[in-house]
Every structure is written in C-alpha cells, then in structure tokens.
C-alpha cells in the first residue's frame, strides 16, 4: 500500500510539474500550512478560478 501511494504521489507531482503556471499555484498552495499534496492537488484540479485570485482572501468557498 505505501509503494502505490508514494506512486500516486509521484504522478501527481510529474503531472502537476508538466505545467508551469499549475506548478506555481501547486508551491504556493503547499506553503500553506496544512496544506498537503493532495489536497493542494485537488484545489488546483477543482478551482477554475484558482488562476484568477490575487489572495486567499479572495477564494470562493469550496463546497464538498
């Protein structure tokens, strides 16, 4: 189980990094702190807005 998960981790990464402007919205987010990989993975994969914000102040509430 720890092998696929350090797997999933490492695609997400790869894919994440393939994009520039993902990948600096993956660091900033990542420096928040709490903020994990793959929660800042699934901000970015699920905010079309995330692009477009200057703060966090700024972002919408995230509905689950």
């Known amino acids: 189980v720890e092998q696929q998960v ?17 990948t600096k919205h993956f660091r ?17 994969l699920t905010t079309s807005t995330l692009p477009l914000l200057r ?3 700024n972002m919408p509430p995230i509905v689950v």
């Open 55 to 57: 703060t966090a102040v």
């Open 6 to 22: 350090k797997h999933t981790e490492e695609q997400i990464e790869q894919t994440i990094g393939e994009d520039q402007e993902m």
């Open 28 to 44: 900033l987010l990542r420096s928040v702190p709490g903020i994990g990989l793959v929660t800042a993975a699934a901000l970015i």
